[in-house]
């Protein structure tokens, strides 16, 4: 297994262990709606952008992408398998996947304040 695959693991595994221990979680829906999209750069925010890789920011690294994106707002423009590479590339995750999910569990314990 790559150390990304087993980094995203522990993180995983933390932060349910650290949600059963805490007491007193707020109902999901007080932390985003049912229907409510959360913006990609709340996803990919600064800190876990500089401790995963070597940007400052989403928008930095979407816009060095080999791509025609200069943004994030642009994501779409980055061809699947090219975002794959990129990401293998210059993070530590093996693919677009890995970093997306342990973004997610980022993005959750952020919210919970875990």
């Known amino acids: 297994m790559g ?5 995203n ?6 932060l349910i262990e650290t949600a059963v221990e805490a007491e ?8 985003v709606g049912e229907y409510e999209e959360i ?3 709340d996803i990919f ?4 952008i ?3 890789t070597d940007f400052e920011d989403f928008d930095e690294m979407v ?10 707002a642009e994501l779409e423009l980055v061809p699947d398998g090219t975002w794959d590479t990129f990401v293998a590339e210059t993070t530590m995750f093996a693919d677009e996947e890995d970093m997306v999910f342990t ?5 959750v314990e952020e919210q919970l304040g875990l």
């Open 3 to 7: 150390s990304a695959i087993i980094a």
């Open 9 to 14: 693991m522990v993180q995983q595994g933390d």
């Open 24 to 31: 007193d979680l707020p109902h999901p829906r007080e932390i």
């Open 39 to 41: 913006p990609i750069e």
């Open 45 to 48: 925010d600064a800190t876990f």
């Open 50 to 52: 500089q401790e995963y």
């Open 63 to 72: 816009a060095s992408s080999p791509s025609e994106a200069d943004s994030a």
């Open 103 to 107: 973004a997610r569990d980022h993005w």
